[in-house]
């Protein structure tokens, strides 16, 4: 399967422990996407790499969450001392979009870590 | 205001009905690609079509078929003779800019299809 792949599916933690999400992009693709969706909503955008280089953030990125692509090819998303309201899919994406010539692809989605926070 | 409107929050037919998913976008933008995505209870957001706001023309793949249409800023789905594996969450999708890769998603429309 050559597909987007996220470690862990699930996960349950404690309100206030630390969480590491990661995510494994298509090979080859150099941008990177990190969404949140919250039931009965659609995804929304959190922040996104092209390669290593973290390009944006959105402001539901508060501080306690951190993202890294350390060698442009998987990615990890933290989330320190979690709250309640951080019980959601993270979603992972993929895309082979290049900066020059600027260009949008179809972004691949991954299954999603479903995080529950108790 | 970049946005997407799925007005359709649940839809309930019975399996070989034809079956429309409406959605309507705004955006700023001339230059724009719309999207639709299916997540079925797995999770997982299945890529449907890509579409660029230069390019009207319908598209049909096999049973799914697409109406974009500018002058209403409407990009609906139709489920041909359904099925019961259709049934999941579709979401419409836009990306305003080229270079700005940030998808809007709508709030997404659930269909059910009963045998």
């Known amino acids: 399967d050559t597909g987007v792949s996220q470690d862990p599916r699930h996960k349950i933690t404690k309100r206030g422990q630390n969480v590491t999400f990661r995510c494994d992009p298509i090979?080859?693709?150099?941008?990177l996407y990190w969404y949140r969706q919250t039931l009965g909503q659609g995804p929304e955008f959190l922040t996104y790499?092209?390669?290593?280089?973290?390009?944006?953030k959105s402001r539901l990125l508060s501080d306690r969450f951190s993202a890294e692509r350390p060698k442009g090819s998987f990615s990890t998303l933290e989330i320190q001392r979690t709250e309640q309201g951080d019980s959601a899919m993270y979603l992972c994406a993929s895309s082979p979009a290049d900066v020059s010539p600027p260009s949008t692809d179809t972004q691949y989605f991954g299954p999603g870590t479903r995080l529950t926070v108790l | 205001a970049q946005k997407v409107t799925q007005a359709q929050t649940e839809i309930s037919v019975v399996e070989k009905e034809d079956v429309t998913l409406d959605c309507v976008y705004e955006t700023r933008d001339t230059t724009y690609y719309l999207f639709w995505y299916k997540q079925p209870p797995s999770g997982e957001l299945v890529f449907l079509i890509r579409?660029?706001?230069?390019?009207?023309q319908n598209e049909i793949s096999g049973r799914y078929s697409w109406n974009f249409q500018k002058s209403t800023s409407s990009f609906n789905f139709t489920i041909t003779a359904s099925q019961v594996v259709d049934s999941a969450v579709y979401f419409c999708?836009?990306?305003?800019?080229?270079?700005?890769?940030?998808?809007?998603f709508g709030k997404g429309t659930r269909l059910h299809i009963l045998p």
């Open positions: 090979s080859e693709h150099n941008r």
């Open positions: 790499f092209q390669n290593e280089a973290q390009l944006e």
């Open positions: 999708a836009l990306i305003p800019r080229g270079r700005d890769d940030k998808i809007i």
């Open positions: 579409r660029n706001s230069f390019d009207e």
